[in-house]
C-alpha cells in the first residue's frame, strides 16, 4: 500500500509554523512526512530558509511520524557533520527517520567560496559521502583522503539499527547510478513515461528498498486562485536541470523566472481546486509503482490545504486509513 506523506518546505514556511503544520498533517490523517534542506530559497517571493536538523528534531518530538530529510553532504556539511546529524535523530527516535543524499544545488553550495563542481565530480563526491557516513553509522573509526578528507572520526551517539541512505535523482540515469550505493530513491514529479523510467532503471540495476515521489501541487477553493498560488510561489522551479542545479542566489532565479507564465507552471505543478482531481492524480502517480508519495502544496500558507485533503483527497486514496 501506497504511504501518503507530507512535505515541509523551508523554503516557504517559518519553522515554528512548518511543525504546527505537519502537526495538523497528521491529525488530518498524513502517515509520515518529509522536509527540504536549504540555505536559501528559489525565489525571493519564498521568504525563508530554516535550518533543517532543528526543526527535524522539533517536528519529530510533536508527532509519531516517519521522517525523511533530502540534504546534500560533501560542501556546505562535512560527511561526518551529516553523520552525526543523521545518527542522533535515528537514536532519538528509532525506525521513524531516513535521510535522502543527492549532490546539491549551487544556490545552497557556494556560501562555501569553494566553487561549484561539475557534475561528475559532485557524483564522484557524494559517492564518497555515502561510504563515509555509511561507516561512520556502522560504527567505525573513519579516515579518507579523496574529494572528501576525513581524519579519525567516529560516532559516539549512534542507532542500534542505521537507518537508510536514500539516493535522490532527477534523471533515468542517476536513479540506475544510485542503485549501487543507496537504500531507496526519491524523485520529484514529472511526466509518467519519464518517472516509469526512473523507478525501471533503478530496480533493473538491483535498487532495494522503497522507491519515493515528491509530489508539487496547488489547492484553493477556485482554480484562478490555485492557479495564482502556483504562479507566485513556483515559477522559479520549473526549469530543469542544469538550470536548478547551477543558479546560486534567489534573485537571479527571479531574474529567469520573471516571463515564466502561469500555464507553463501549471505543466510542473499539479493545480486544481477540485480535490477529486487532486486524488485522481495521485492515485495515478502511486500505480506507477511508489511506496511513498509525500505531498508538497506550493503556497505558503498549509492549514486550509491539510484540512482540505484531510477530509476530501486522502480518504479517496487507496490503502489510505483515514
Known amino acids: 500500500m501506497t504511504v501518503y506523506g507530507f512535505h515541509a518546505s523551508h523554503e516557504q514556511v517559518h519553522p515554528s509554523e512548518l511543525v504546527a503544520a505537519v502537526v495538523r498533517a497528521e491529525e488530518a490523517g498524513f502517515e509520515a512526512a518529509m522536509c527540504s534542506d536549504h540555505f536559501s530559497p528559489w ?9 533543517a536538523w532543528a526543526w527535524l528534531g522539533a517536528a519529530m518530538q510533536a508527532t509519531a511520524l516517519p521522517f525523511g530529510v533530502v540534504t546534500a553532504p560533501g560542501q556546505r556539511y562535512h560527511p561526518a557533520i551529516t553523520a552525526q546529524a543523521i545518527g542522533t535523530l535515528a537514536a532519538m527516535y528509532p525506525g521513524r527517520f531516513w535521510a535522502a543524499l543527492g549532490s546539491g544545488e549551487a544556490s545552497n553550495e557556494h556560501i562555501t567560496g569553494g566553487g561549484w563542481p561539475r557534475k561528475d ?7 564518497e559521502c555515502a561510504g563515509v557516513i555509511r561507516a561512520l553509522l556502522a560504527g567505525e573509526e573513519v579516515s579518507h583522503d579523496g574529494l572528501v578528507t576525513v581524519d579519525r572520526a567516529r560516532l559516539w551517539t549512534r542507532p542500534e539499527t ?6 535522490a535523482a532527477v534523471s533515468a540515469e542517476t536513479a540506475r547510478w544510485c542503485a549501487g550505493w543507496a ?6 514529479n514529472a511526466p509518467h513515461d519519464h518517472l516509469r523510467r526512473v523507478i525501471g532503471e533503478y530496480r533493473d540495476a ?3 528498498g522503497k522507491v519515493c515521489l515528491q509530489v508539487h501541487l496547488s489547492w484553493a477553493e477556485t482554480e484562478d486562485e490555485a492557479l495564482a498560488i502556483a504562479h507566485h510561489q513556483w515559477r522559479s522551479n520549473v526549469f530543469p536541470p542544469p538550470v536548478c542545479w547551477d543558479v546560486e542566489t534567489a534573485e537571479v532565479f527571479d531574474a529567469i523566472s520573471e516571463h515564466v507564465t502561469p500555464q507553463a507552471v501549471a505543466k510542473a505543478v499539479y493545480v486544481s481546486a477540485d480535490p477529486g482531481r487532486h486524488a485522481a ?3 495515478e502517480l502511486a500505480a506507477l509503482g511508489f511506496d511513498e508519495v509525500y505531498l508538497h502544496h506550493v503556497g505558503r500558507e498549509q492549514s486550509a490545504f491539510i484540512d482540505a485533503f484531510g477530509e476530501k483527497v486522502l480518504p479517496r486514496l487507496e490503502g489510505n486509513p483515514s
Not at 542505521?162 to 539516493?167: A, D
Open 183 to 188: 537504500d531507496g530513491l526519491i524523485t520529484v
Open 281 to 283: 492524480w495521485l492515485a
Open 121 to 127: 565530480v559532485r557524483n564522484a563526491r557524494l559517492l
Open 206 to 208: 538491483g535498487g532495494r
Open 162 to 167: 542505521p537507518p537508510p541512505l536514500v539516493g
Open 43 to 51: 525565489s525571493a517571493r519564498q521568504g525563508e530558509s530554516g535550518f
